[in-house]
């Protein structure tokens, strides 16, 4: 069954650290997508990045990167110089394609307080 | 800002009652999902409706039900409410209905049963 595991519940750092937010999937296709999304104190849900089974390119965007491992089924999550800003919960989520629809299967959270 | 609209913002209400979510998905998006989420559950996926047609169901109670109307806006219906329905809830949208479409989420419609 597929599954999404995000262990670390909480995360507490200082600003300008560097933060890594682990996410372990578990699933039976050979072709499914992994999410992560950003739920800051207001509330909403914010997309981050797609990442597809077939690319497992790592990929970086500004302080935020991201490591894709097939081999270990993880796809982390690293805030580097963290701020105050990044304080939410990060929610990584797997979305498979051989199944009908196209729902999200979310892992429960990782609630990151980045202190100044 | 998502594109995605949902309103109210909050509803309060009692237990047994009836009420009606809306949500306006992103403008040329097909695909609208609705989601739960609440303290002891995560996210929650509840069902997902494509061009006007439910495409796929998730953990929606049968006192939920939802549809999708021609303009493509969706409406989310919950029913005799228990205390434990109170929850947040997102709606979504995607242009198409493939896996390799990203989700965009409303702002969520915070609900309380008391």
């Known amino acids: 069954a597929q599954k999404v595991t995000q262990a670390q519940t909480e995360i507490s750092v200082v600003e300008k650290e560097d933060v890594t937010l682990d996410c372990v999937y578990e699933t039976r296709d050979t072709t499914y997508y992994l999410f992560w999304y950003k739920q800051p104190p207001s509330g909403e849900l914010v997309f981050l990045i797609r990442r597809n089974s077939f690319d497992e390119q790592n990929e970086i965007s500004g302080r935020y990167s991201w490591n894709f491992q097939k081999s270990t089924s993880s796809f982390n999550f690293t805030i580097t110089a963290s701020q105050v800003v990044d304080s939410a919960v990060y929610f990584c989520?797997?979305?498979?394609?051989?199944?009908?629809?196209?729902?999200?299967?979310f892992g429960k959270g990782t609630t990151l307080s980045v202190s100044s | 800002d998502s594109g995605v609209t949902q309103t109210p913002k909050h509803l309060i209400t009692a237990t047994g009652q009836r009420v009606t979510l809306r949500c306006s998905p992103r403008?040329?998006?097909?695909?609208v999902y609705w989601y739960q989420q609440s303290l002891d559950q995560g996210l929650q996926f509840l069902i997902q409706?494509?061009?006007?047609?439910?495409?796929a169901k998730g953990n929606i109670l049968e006192r939920f039900s939802a549809q999708q109307f021609p303009d493509l806006h969706s409406e989310l219906n919950l029913s005799s409410l228990e205390l434990g329905d109170s929850a947040l809830y997102f709606c979504?949208?995607?242009?198409?209905?493939?896996?390799?479409?990203?989700?965009?989420f409303g702002p969520g419609t915070r609900l309380t049963v008391l």
């Open positions: 989520a797997l979305s498979e394609a051989e199944q009908a629809g196209t729902a999200l299967i």
């Open positions: 979504a949208s995607s242009a198409g209905d493939l896996s390799t479409d990203t989700q965009y």
């Open positions: 409706y494509y061009n006007g047609e439910e495409r």
């Open positions: 403008s040329g998006d097909l695909s």
